[in-house]
């Protein structure tokens, strides 16, 4: 028999919605059998709040890469250091282009060449459309078809990060963060979708100004050895330059 | 968020307390598990507090006549007993009170808990970020993490973190249980 989640384990995967019904009416069986968890679910609803609340206004303070709590002056001086980089002498490594819709993930099988398609496999391939013929709210529309059904959950990972990438050409940082990270969380560890995830998000990071962030994103990227892996020390090296 | 630590109910304390009527501690005991229950119904169920608390007072009597009759005499029976008494009687009141019970209205239920304004008061949230500043870096690094990517795996945060993913549960358990304790002591002064 499979040995029971730590109950902080199952707090954490109910609060990302990746729990199924018994296993969160048997979560809230053990709440109630050891009253002092639910103190424990209420503080990491609160800590995820607290921080979706403040966070984006003092992300310098929330951010896990650098020490936690940067003097005001230097984030002062941070944001001022940024804003003039970004403004004026950006090097080419931070420039926010635009993602190439080459990015855009669509069903495995049709690079396989197999041709086996399921309904989800014809949501994506019609969103990719959408997408390319550049009415994008359509296309988010139809990944949201996918995201909200559990029928298509093996598809969420695509749907997520190709999201992701619509957001962030339109410039909707924080949206594109929120869709790549879940696009890692739904990748199944699926590498490619893992590290180009990884590799946007860490672009999108640049683009809310959160540069430790993004140096951990990119690091991330960089770790995984794959199709990024050059762009990714190039950037590294840009980050550094700012932050150290 | 409780004023004090809430304790772990003995429940075979509940049923001699029950037996012999022991009202002072059972409603000691029965406080702790009224909140629980109130809050499943809040949290998971979705429903007002107003039926919540009905839905559980029911619950709790119906459990302690239980108990009197005898007809709950293994203590590890009662909590199960109390939630799915909390469960039906919320269902049987939507009912009653002509509320819509379809597919909709279960599908809702496997979300994650949806009424967040109402689990912390600004006071308390403050208390919270005062607390959030006493944790040393190493704590507050490992707890953002998680606020950072939720959902995360603990294979995924071990390796970040260089540690085992046994240790992961455990210590993000150790950092909430000393948040908790902060919010508790501070509340109670």
């Known amino acids: ?244 | 968020m409780h004023n004090k630590k809430p304790e772990r109910p003995d429940y075979s304390e509940l049923v001699r307390a029950t037996l012999e009527n022991d009202k002072v501690l059972l409603n000691k005991i029965l406080e702790s598990i009224s909140d629980t229950s109130i809050h499943y119904l809040l949290y998971h169920m979705n429903s007002s507090r107003a039926d919540a608390e009905d839905c559980t007072q029911q619950a709790i009597l119906d459990t302690l006549e239980k108990i009197k009759a005898l007809k709950i005499k293994d203590p590890e029976r009662i909590i199960p007993y109390i939630k799915t008494c909390c469960r039906n009687n919320y269902f049987r009141k939507v009912r009653y009170n002509n509320k819509l019970i379809s597919n909709d209205h279960f599908s809702y239920l496997s979300e994650p808990p949806n009424q967040l304004e109402d689990i912390m008061k600004s006071e308390e949230s403050e208390i919270l970020k005062t607390c959030l500043e006493s944790l040393n870096d190493n704590y507050r690094e490992f707890l953002t993490y998680f606020i950072t990517f939720p959902g995360v795996d603990a294979s995924q945060v071990a390796k970040h973190f260089n540690m085992s993913v046994i240790s992961v549960w455990s210590k993000k358990h150790r950092i909430i249980k000393k948040l908790a304790q902060c919010i508790q002591n501070k509340m109670s002064k």
């Open chain 1, 1 to 244: 028999m499979e040995q029971k989640k730590h109950i902080e384990e199952r707090i954490e995967l109910y609060l990302a919605d990746r729990l199924t019904l018994d296993e969160i009416e048997d979560l809230w069986l053990d709440i109630m059998k050891q009253p002092e968890y639910l103190d424990h679910l209420k503080i990491n609803i609160a800590l995820k709040e607290l921080y979706k609340n403040e966070g984006n206004k003092k992300a310098s303070s929330y951010n896990y890469y650098k020490p936690w709590l940067f003097a005001a002056a230097a984030a002062l001086l941070l944001a001022f250091i940024l804003s003039f980089f970004l403004s004026f002498s950006s090097p080419a490594i931070l420039t926010l282009n635009k993602i190439d819709l080459v990015e855009i993930e669509s069903p495995s099988m049709v690079r396989s060449g197999s041709e086996q398609f399921s309904q989800g496999d014809s949501l994506l391939n019609l969103a990719f459309n959408s997408t390319v013929i550049g009415d994008t709210d359509k296309a988010l529309i139809l990944y949201n078809k996918i995201i909200e059904d559990p029928q298509y959950n093996f598809y969420y990972a695509k749907a997520h990060l190709n999201q992701g990438i619509i957001y962030f050409n339109q410039e909707r940082f924080t949206e594109a963060a929120q869709a790549f990270k879940t696009a890692i969380i739904w990748s199944n560890s699926d590498q490619n979708i893992v590290e180009k995830s990884y590799w946007y998000l860490g672009k999108t990071y640049v683009g809310l100004k959160a540069l430790p962030e993004a140096r951990e994103s990119i690091f991330r990227t960089y770790q995984m050895n794959g199709h990024y892996r050059s762009e990714a020390e190039q950037m590294l090296i840009s980050l550094d330059s700012i932050l150290d």
